[in-house]
């Protein structure tokens, strides 16, 4: 009895520790996110498993980066480099960045309707899709950013349903661990946009600035002095908010790959498709826990992608900002928190479908992520800007071949787009 209560301490006060870096991995397992993974599964099996173990690193260094910087300057993202870099350049990031934050809200918006018609069928997907809209609006305006912080961390327990749905299918494990551990590469284009687009989904420019700023909000309301400690603490919660993302990634490609592929479901659009296609090879409550984390995950998500698209849009004109304020002491932060998300509902009604929509934002994220990625790496490596909080080695090799990686499937990308089939 006391060992138990030994470890429900532990685990307690652990989970206290937990910040924005796990909000953070989980929002990268967004719905989109869910249906590229599981669109890789049923098509190529386990081919797609590896991709798990390379992401994870480059995720995690790219995200410390940006939360140091946003610790160390206490801007966000936007705001270093609107004080260091030419505002040209700042532009260019907003004006790609919102067209694709907004899609990327409208695809998960959509998805977490369609789901919700799954599991309640007698309700319109549209209907359902209102319903979430006017939920998370209502959540990011009323409710103070430590209830909003503490929401999203409790609601990351959702994505433990995708570590459970692979084992209610039998599974070759052997197959499973040369699959995650011998890289596959497949010499054609279908198998080439599948690997940018599960880059592309996973190092994602909107967690970027996420990261940077709700470190700022977060050492601002808990009044935390940046030290290596803190940093220290700030790098292993990214660490296991990461490795939770990353989790979550292999087991849904696990899933599909072996639930889906090896019955000869190869084709899936929607995470609803997938959610269904479930259903009569790994049971109901397979079918039940998938759609639900689609829900949840999305709960988690578009809080994330609005904010962060406010965050850049009010840092960039010098406007009050921050979940931590209330709505009439920063009105134009939570005007466009509200427009983002009527502007993604409104996708569902303008004829672009939620498989457009995350096309579109895979091009734009995949043309941004490189020069963010430069310019973070030459931020964080500038002792006038971070004095002794610059990168180690370690992270601006993982940084640099990050940025090498992206750069490759930013031109793959356009090759893909753009070349003849």
Not at 26 to 50: K, N, R, V
Not at 57 to 83: D, E, F, N, Y
Not at 192 to 206: F, H, K, M, W
């Amino acid at each position: 009895m006391k060992k138990n209560k030994r470890v429900a301490a532990v685990f307690l006060e652990g989970w206290k520790k937990l910040g924005p870096g796990l909000v953070t991995g989980a929002s990268d397992d967004d719905p989109s996110g869910i249906a590229t993974y599981t669109q890789a599964g049923a098509a190529y099996g386990l081919s797609t498993l590896w991709t798990a173990l390379i992401a994870f690193p480059l995720m995690a260094a790219i995200q410390q980066m940006c939360a140091r910087i946003g610790l160390v300057t206490s801007h966000g993202l936007t705001g270093t480099l609107k004080k260091h870099y030419p505002r040209a350049v700042l532009y260019l990031m907003l004006v790609f960045s919102f067209p694709a934050i907004v899609m990327n809200i409208g695809a998960d918006i959509a998805a977490m309707g369609a789901v919700g018609n799954l599991l309640f069928p007698v309700v319109d997907a549209g209907y359902f899709s209102v319903l979430f809209t006017i939920i998370l609006l209502g959540l990011m305006i009323y409710l103070p950013y430590q209830r909003i912080a503490s929401v999203l961390k409790y609601l990351c327990i959702v994505m433990l349903v995708y570590f459970i749905v692979p084992f209610f299918y039998r599974q070759d494990f052997i197959e499973i661990l040369k699959a995650t551990f011998i890289p596959e590469i497949k010499l054609d284009r279908k198998f080439l946009a599948i690997i940018v687009g599960i880059l592309g989904t996973t190092i994602s420019p909107y967690l970027f600035f996420w990261q940077a700023s709700v470190e700022v909000e977060e050492s601002t309301a808990r009044h935390l002095i940046v030290n290596k400690k803190l940093i220290r603490q700030m790098n292993k919660d990214i660490d296991f908010g990461m490795a939770v993302s990353g989790f979550v990634m292999y087991f849904i490609i696990l899933t599909a790959g072996t639930v889906l592929f090896k019955s000869g479901i190869n084709q899936i659009d929607t995470v609803e498709q997938a959610a269904l296609a479930l259903k009569p090879l790994a049971g109901n409550l397979a079918y039940l826990l998938f759609a639900a984390g689609v829900i949840g995950t999305g709960l988690i998500a578009i809080p994330v992608l609005s904010g962060s698209i406010s965050y850049i849009i009010t840092e960039t004109f010098g406007w009050e900002q921050g979940l931590g304020k209330k709505f009439h002491e920063a009105k134009a932060f939570y005007v466009i928190i509200a427009v983002s998300l009527l502007l993604g509902l409104s996708l569902n009604y303008m004829g672009i479908t939620p498989i457009e929509s995350l096309i579109y934002t895979a091009v734009l994220y995949g043309l941004t992520a490189p020069v963010l990625i430069a310019m973070i790496l030459h931020i964080a490596n500038n002792k006038k800007i971070m004095g002794s909080n610059v990168n180690g080695w370690i992270t601006n090799s993982i940084g640099f071949a990050a940025l090498i990686i992206m750069t490759a499937a930013a031109g793959a990308l356009v090759y893909i787009q753009f070349s003849q089939n």
